[in-house]
């Protein structure tokens, strides 16, 4: 039976068998042109989840998806671009692909552009312009860029300092399930006093936090006066060892997960990038399946994050 003759349910029974039936059911939508399946294969092959790890493929299937105008397709192109994945590093394409991305309404890529903007990599640093994209995103739901928020209100970027303001902020991201949101919230906490809630976003915070956070998260931790919060380090030594993989997955677990990987919108113009191939887009039921359907890989990979401002706890 064809991928086109497939019905959703059926499309829907196959992504919910083993990492290797998903991920050749999900190429086969890709080779058939198919552009959310191209971009979700893209991100299998990133991750390695069912097949050979193989970022440079990967990085050709964010390419072909791209190409047909799949904005999420975009910002991993520009992910790979920005830490290295398949291609060598090039902060000036990775945030030329994050700019369009982030102008045609995607959060994900208005959060790494701001980042870039934060960091002045490659674009000239620009506090006042990030903090407008990270307003942005963080309007359309974006946690992770809630949380940088609340890092400007903390140092007094670009707004007046406001504890107060940065403290919600925390508490939103935490709440909203971003691991860097749950570490701030729980610092908030311990600053109030209040340990003991400190310790439960300690937890949770540690539950999906990368390699390279956990570490820091971990070093801080182990040099606070109090004891319990000494031992609270123990809490990332699972993180510390766990490989940061190929991008920062707000839920963890590889990328693979159920997820709605629906586009976000579908200009009509092409996208300005370099591509070599072009695929009609499939228009059979499995293109609407692949984004609706459970067991999908999430590709909204934000970056790692970095220390800012005065404070040495990781943000």
């Known amino acids: 039976m064809s991928l086109e003759q497939l019905s959703r349910d059926e499309i829907q029974a196959r992504l919910s068998g083993s990492p290797e039936t998903r991920a050749a059911l999900i190429r086969a939508g890709a080779e058939a042109g198919i552009a959310e399946a191209q ?3 893209g991100q299998i092959l990133l991750d390695g989840a069912g097949v050979m790890r193989d970022p440079r493929e990967g990085l050709r299937w964010f390419l072909l998806a791209a190409g047909q105008n799949h904005l999420m397709a975009l910002n991993m192109v520009g992910r790979c671009y920005d830490l290295g994945w398949g291609i060598a590093i090039d902060k000036v394409r990775a945030a030329d692909c994050y700019r369009v991305a982030a102008e045609r309404g995607l959060d994900w890529a208005m959060y790494n552009l701001a ?7 490659g674009v000239a640093e620009d506090k006042p312009a990030a903090f407008a994209w990270f307003e942005k995103a963080a309007a359309l739901g974006n946690v992770k860029a809630v949380n940088f928020l609340g890092s400007f209100q903390e140092d007094g970027w670009v707004v007046a300092k406001d504890m107060a303001k940065a403290a919600t902020c925390y508490r939103r ?8 949101g749950r570490f701030n919230h729980a610092r908030m906490l311990i600053a109030a006093g209040e340990i003991e809630k400190a310790l439960l976003w300690l937890r949770r915070s540690a539950k999906d936090a990368t390699a390279r956070f956990a570490a820091q998260a971990a070093d801080w931790l182990a040099r606070q006066p109090e004891q319990r919060l000494r031992e609270a380090a123990a809490f990332f030594s699972a993180s510390v060892s766990r490989s940061d993989g190929e991008g920062d997955h707000p839920q963890g677990g590889g990328g693979v997960e159920a997820v709605n990987v629906a586009v976000r919108a579908r200009p009509s113009k092409s996208l300005p990038i370099p591509l070599h191939h072009a695929a009609a887009d499939g228009c059979c039921a499995a293109g609407s399946a692949f984004r609706h359907a459970p067991g999908m890989p999430r590709l909204h990979s934000p970056p790692p994050g970095f220390t800012a401002g005065r404070s040495s706890a990781p943000r």
Do not use: P
Not at 115 to 121: A, M, R, S, V, Y
């Open 173 to 180: 991201a935490a709440e909203g399930g971003d691991f860097r």
């Open 115 to 121: 980042t870039l903007l934060t960091l002045g990599e």
């Open 39 to 41: 971009a979700v294969y």
